[in-house]
């Protein structure tokens, strides 16, 4: 059984930075493009950024890009989010997820992150 396990959420402030680091089990993911998603309160889960099996291509968000950076180590079974200068409109749940096939893939359970003064 696959599981996703997403960590590294917490509170920060405005321009602060924070690491979320996704572990996956049961399953390699060197085979699969990975992402992560994020979803506010009352809004739809939206795409934050994906990383192809080898490392490239990387996508992002408008909203994120150069200020969020997209990682992958196949070896570890592990995908980051390097997130800086946080504003208080990324405050959201933060989904790994595990693309199989276009018409789906594994999730995490998520990890709350807010940007608050």
């Known amino acids: 059984q696959v599981q996703l396990v997403e960590s590294g959420g917490g509170l920060v402030q405005p321009g602060g930075s924070l690491r979320l680091s996704c572990v996956v089990s049961?399953?390699?993911?060197?085979?699969?493009?990975m992402g992560w998603y994020r979803q506010a309160p009352g809004k739809p889960r939206e795409l934050v950024a994906t990383i192809a099996r080898g490392g490239w291509p990387t996508n992002y968000a408008d909203s994120v890009k150069g200020r969020f950076t997209i990682s992958r180590d196949n070896a570890k079974n592990t995908v980051d989010l390097q997130m800086n200068s946080l504003k208080p409109e990324d405050t959201a749940v933060y989904y790994c997820?595990?693309?199989?096939?276009?018409?789906?893939?594994?999730w995490g359970q998520g990890t709350q992150v807010t940007v608050s003064s």
């Open positions: 997820y595990e693309r199989l096939t276009t018409a789906g893939g594994y």
């Open positions: 049961g399953g390699i993911i060197s085979s699969y493009t």
